[in-house]
């Protein structure tokens, strides 16, 4: 047990100073009310800021989910527009990517139905980005993402002994 725990005393004003706590110590905040919840003592517990973190939760799941995508995506439009520069590591960004994707949706399964805008979303870094690496006139890429969600996650991309998606 956390020495917070025992600082959590009933009829004490910790709750107050676990709330002014929040933007000073967060850890010691977080400890301070899993301690409270835990003691099921809600009425003591900071709900405002434990409703705030916990939608910052969700949103750094979808924000997983978007880098990941901005990332292969990214990769995608370099394999496709610099042929001439494709390498082992870009396919193993395209794998490992794909991965990354396919766990945040595994442990995430409700962000499914945000794929279409965590794509678009993402296809707007993945041109940027894309301009940005290769030199290539951002204008030279397609303003509108041209992959669907099957060539996103499953194109076979293909370097000399290695393939991605694995067989």
């Not at 010691?28 to 809600?42: D, M, N």
């Not at 001439?84 to 490992?96: A, I």
């Not at 994707?101 to 870094?125: F, H």
Request: aromatic share 6%.
């Amino acid at each position: 047990m956390s020495t917070t725990t025992s600082k959590v005393r009933p009829g004490s004003n910790e709750t107050s100073t676990a709330s002014a706590r929040y933007e000073d110590d967060l850890y010691g905040w977080v400890e301070a009310q899993v301690a409270l919840l835990k003691a099921g003592r809600l009425a003591e517990v900071d709900a405002e800021n434990i409703a705030e973190e916990l939608a910052d939760v969700g949103h750094d799941q979808y924000d997983k989910l978007e880098s990941a995508l901005s990332i292969l995506m990214m990769h995608l439009l370099k394999w496709d527009h610099q042929p001439t520069h494709r390498s082992r590591s870009w396919l193993n960004t395209v794998h490992e990517q794909r991965k990354r994707i396919a766990r945040v949706l595994r442990k995430n399964p409700s962000l499914k139905s945000r794929i279409p805008e965590a794509t678009e979303e993402g296809y707007e870094d993945a041109r940027d980005n894309a301009a940005a690496e290769t030199g290539i006139a951002k204008k030279l890429f397609p303003k509108v993402c041209p992959y669907d969600w099957s060539v996103i996650t499953t194109r076979v991309i293909e370097f000399d002994d290695l393939r991605s998606p694995e067989e």
